[in-house]
């Protein structure tokens, strides 16, 4: 007798298999037993008839608790009425470790409650399947960047510089000098991409930022792929092509998790198809005063949640928005050729009110203008001579972008808020567990 996978229940329809497996919900009655069991690949149904087994093993299955864990042995059925298409018919069962008093039950618990249990909560049917989405997103994103040529180039977690600005940074000590946790891999990226042509990076970003919205961590994963001689339209087709790929691999892969969160693959399928709508920064300003509902609305402001959230639902496709004033960008940008106030870069903001999930940009070039930028940004000089050797010895056009995981997670999943798209939540007031 093989012990299996309850993934792989439907290779072995009417054999007789061995599942090490959880409870997590059970209901009885004289004659026969549902165990509700999850093995971590799925979820799925044990049922026990008394008159087909011991009288131990129908004493076993009518006591064991929520969480206890076990070995069942039994034969796979085809189960139509689940979500999932099969069960086991269980023969007997081998009691492993004991569980007393969980503390999740099965109804409805607060949020708070939720997060100071999350160790235990991860193992509910929801957070199962976000965490497998999330999963099948960085295995995807693998996929994708070695298919296009990147080389993975790893960015380093403690830094000495600030790219997207001094407010929001965590501060450390590195021996007897200042150091700060990385808030963007970009710049390292910067210089990959001079050394291998197409690079990307996946780490943890940092940011101290005393926002508590539905869409900001402390701490998030960052995917940042950066490419030497290239132009922003080209990044920005990468950038779409990207994005329907993860969307499609998770409609070919993630199927049972989908229907296990109600997700309609329906309204995910739009999103694979290209391109995406591109607008202007001006233009988003103009659709957003004709609105009416956004009155602090004008020209050379950054949109907050609510503006974002309007014209990511004016859409029904993700849409860049492009060319963002100067004043509200980081420094390294491309300024635009023909206009002062704007830089050439583009957001792409996720439908159905998710918001931004890219930041990116072409960068500039010219080691004058960057160094007169970096100044104004009230940031040193000496920190940014490297960064600076990049324009002085064979500069390129070159292109970049990020996408915040857990902001493509939350949308692809449908979550309402984005502590759920990361297995430890990092927010402003937890730290715990
Ligand atoms: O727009 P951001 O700040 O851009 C950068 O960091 C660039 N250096 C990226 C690049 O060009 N290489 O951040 C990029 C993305 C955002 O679009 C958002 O998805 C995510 O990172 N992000 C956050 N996600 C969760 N919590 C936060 N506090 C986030 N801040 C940014
Ligand atoms: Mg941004």
């Given at each position: ?9 439907k ?13 997590t ?89 939720l ?10 049917k ?97 995917i ?12 920005l ?39 995406y ?8 300003i ?51 050729p ?96």
């Open positions: 007798m093989e012990t299996i996978s309850i993934i792989d229940a290779k072995h329809v009417n054999e007789k298999v061995k599942i090490g497996v959880w409870l919900n059970k209901r009885s009655s004289g004659k026969i037993a549902f165990l509700q069991l999850r093995d971590g690949t799925a979820f799925f149904q044990g049922v026990v008839v008394k008159n087909n087994v011991t009288a131990e093993t129908f004493a076993l299955a009518k006591e064991v608790r929520q969480e206890e864990s076990m070995y069942v042995t039994g034969t796979i059925h085809e189960d139509t009425r689940s979500h999932f298409g099969y069960e086991i018919e269980i023969e007997a069962i081998e009691p492993v470790g004991t569980s007393k008093d969980y503390p999740i039950a099965p109804k409805e618990h607060g949020t708070d409650f997060m100071d249990h999350r160790h235990l909560w991860l193992r509910s929801r957070q199962f399947a976000i965490m497998k989405i999330r999963s099948e997103i960085i295995r995807a994103t693998y996929e994708f960047f070695h298919k296009e040529g990147f080389v993975k180039f790893d960015a380093p977690i403690l830094t000495g510089s600030a790219p997207e600005g001094t407010t929001e940074l965590f501060h450390t000590e590195y021996f007897d000098r200042d150091a700060y946790l990385s808030q963007s891999g970009q710049l390292y990226e910067e210089a990959g991409a001079m050394a291998y042509g197409k690079v990307f990076s996946f780490g943890p970003t940092f940011r101290a930022e005393k926002s508590k919205t539905r869409r900001h961590l402390i701490e998030f994963w960052m940042e792929p950066e490419m030497a001689f290239m132009h922003q339209e080209e990044s087709e990468i950038q779409e092509r990207y994005i329907a790929f993860l969307v499609q691999n998770v409609l070919d892969n993630c199927q049972y998790e989908l229907k296990l969160l109600g997700r309609d693959p329906q309204v995910l399928q739009r999103y694979t198809e290209l391109p709508p591109r607008i202007s920064y001006d233009e988003a103009e659709l957003l005063q004709k609105a009416g509902d956004f009155p602090d609305v004008k020209w050379g402001k950054d949109f907050g949640s609510p503006e974002e959230t309007y014209l990511a639902e004016h859409f029904s496709k993700p849409v860049f928005v492009l060319n963002y004033p100067k004043a509200i960008k980081p420094f390294y940008m491309k300024p635009h023909t206009r002062e106030d704007v830089v050439i870069c583009a957001d792409l903001l996720a439908p159905e009110g998710y918001g931004e999930i890219i930041g990116g940009s072409e960068r500039a070039t010219d080691p004058a203008y960057l160094e007169a930028q970096i100044e104004k940004a009230g940031l040193d000089k000496a920190d940014y001579q490297w960064y600076l050797d990049l324009r002085r010895y064979g500069s390129v056009p070159h292109s970049g972008f990020g996408l915040g995981l857990e902001r493509a997670v939350t949308w692809i999943t449908g979550e309402d808020h984005i502590r759920e798209a990361i297995p430890f939540p990092r927010l402003l007031n937890r730290i715990y567990p």
